[in-house]
Nanobody
Framework: QVHLAESGGDSVQVGGSLRLSCAAS???????MGWFRQPPGKERELVAT??????????DSVKGRFTISQDPEDNAETTLFLQMESLKPEDSAMYYC???????????????????WGQGTQVTVSS
């Protein structure tokens, strides 16, 4: 059974940095993993994905500021990271770690393409 548990959310100042972690287990087949975020009252947005072959994609709103990584790669137990730099107030949201069986893997996928979700971790960016 796939289990995802996020941590690392916090309140930070504009321009600050934050690193989110997601402890993942039960990934006994190859998976596409990623990070969604959902600001209060807004739609969920897929910000970054990492495929089983290491291919990475980012949403336009975070390109150049966020970095997704996984350690170790290709393992049933792994940790997914999201390094966030130059944070803006619009980055404030609940951030969710997600996973789906390998196949199409890109930031263009809808939320319902991902069958596995963590409980979320809150990021608040204030000026």
């Amino acid at each position: 059974q796939v289990h995802l548990a996020e941590s690392g959310g916090d309140s930070v100042q504009v321009g600050g940095s934050l690193r989110l972690s997601c402890a993942a287990s039960g990934l006994y087949t190859v998976f596409c993993m990623g990070w969604f975020r959902q600001p209060p009252g807004k739609e969920r947005e897929l910000v970054a994905t990492i495929d089983a072959d290491g291919s990475i994609g980012y949403g336009d709103s975070v390109k150049g500021r966020f970095t997704i990584s996984q350690d170790p790669e290709d393992n049933a137990e792994t940790t997914l990271f999201l390094q966030m730099e130059s944070l803006k107030p619009e980055d404030s949201a609940m951030y969710y770690c997600v996973a789906k069986p390998a196949g199409l893997c890109s930031p263009d996928l809808p939320a319902d393409a991902f069958g596995y979700w963590g409980q979320g971790t809150q990021v608040t960016v204030s000026s």
